[in-house]
């Protein structure tokens, strides 16, 4: 009988470690930290249902669904983030670039603005997502030579449902324009129980197959002809590899909208952690877990009782990193 044997990274293995020891505290601080805080010693008995009522009410049915919720969008934005950027070799390419926040922000805002329905906007946005990267896929004839081409297309798909979605705000009454709002940044208030189950469900099925892509897309650093003659399928592992980060990047805005930058951030923290030899798909998935939370977290906290959107957050923090890598143009490619 033959024997199978799994190659680890040394480097990467700690790393993952680092990033989910970092994340349970940030859980630890989210669950305890807020207007009414919570010590330490109290919050995981307030979890599992034991302590005071007032505690419990405001653990489990208040905080604990928002870190949940944080949980899984920045951990399935992680693992889309960093399949892209593998696969385009280009550190800006996100699913931003490929329009899936206009796209799922678009949708949503139009079930709240334009179409009478009683489908929620969460599911709304989720058939914005897949609408936008079909799009993208369509007209770009296929994914391309290392998705390029279809990156490139996304960026005209995005910027029209982004001037649809600001047409239908600027034409929409005040009310339907306010509940609308919220679909337009990003945030983890009040999240659909049920849609952070399916993201979760979603999550648990796309990060295996994630983690194998990885290793596929080590290949994919050499030329076509070499992979190709090593047995790998290169057409069929770039439909994967931006299916895969369609659904997770989708199912993700579904459930908080777009929370920009985040996909940016998350692959880059767990490269610099990781080391380049990897696709750190885990070690993505934990960095943008830990980054929604502590934007979620800054957000709820910095101007209390006033609350900002993780989406804002994430965009002030995220955006000077976007241009320091516009502007240096040794550190825009991934080798």
Do not use: C, K
């Not at 950027?85 to 800006?92: F, I, M, P, V, W």
């Not at 369509?138 to 449902?161: N, S, T, Y």
């Amino acid at each position: 009988m033959l024997g199978r044997s799994l190659l680890l990274d040394r480097r990467a293995v700690l790393a993952a470690g680092v990033l989910g020891a970092l994340v349970l505290l940030a859980v630890a601080v989210s669950l305890s930290v807020g207007t009414i805080p919570l010590p330490l010693a109290d919050t995981l008995p307030a979890v599992l249902g034991d302590g005071e009522p007032r505690d419990v009410l405001l653990v489990q049915q208040l905080r604990l669904p928002r870190v949940a919720a944080g949980l899984a969008v920045g951990a399935a934005l992680g693992v889309s983030g960093v399949l892209l950027q593998t696969l385009a070799r280009n550190r800006l390419a996100t699913p931003d670039t490929i329009g899936l926040n206009d796209g799922a922000t678009a949708f949503a805002v139009a079930s709240v603005v334009a179409v009478s329905t009683t489908v929620t906007p969460s599911a709304f946005a989720l058939v914005g997502s897949a609408t936008a990267a079909a799009l993208a896929l369509g007209l770009a004839g296929g994914a391309g030579r290392q998705g390029h081409r279809f990156l490139v297309v996304g960026l005209g798909v995005g910027a029209a449902l982004g001037a649809l979605t600001q047409l239908m705000l600027a034409r929409a009454d005040i009310d339907s324009a306010n509940r609308a709002f919220p679909w337009t940044i990003g945030s983890l208030n009040s999240r659909s129980g049920t849609s952070v189950a399916v993201l979760a469900v979603g999550l648990a099925v796309a990060l295996p197959v994630a983690v194998v892509l990885g290793r596929q897309l080590r290949l994919l650093r050499l030329a076509d002809a070499v992979v190709i003659g090593l047995g790998s399928r290169v057409g069929r592992v770039r439909l994967a590899v931006i299916a895969t980060a369609v659904v997770t990047a989708g199912l993700a805005v579904a459930v908080a909208g777009p929370l920009g930058l985040v996909a940016l951030l998350a692959p880059e923290i767990a490269r610099r952690a990781a080391g380049p030899r990897g696709v750190p798909v885990v070690g993505s998935a934990l960095a943008g877990a830990l980054v929604v939370l502590l934007a979620d977290l800054l957000g709820r906290t910095v101007a209390a009782p006033l609350e900002l959107p993780a989406g804002l957050v994430t965009a002030v923090v995220g955006g000077p990193y976007l241009l320091w890598l516009l502007l240096t143009t040794r550190t825009r490619r991934i080798p």
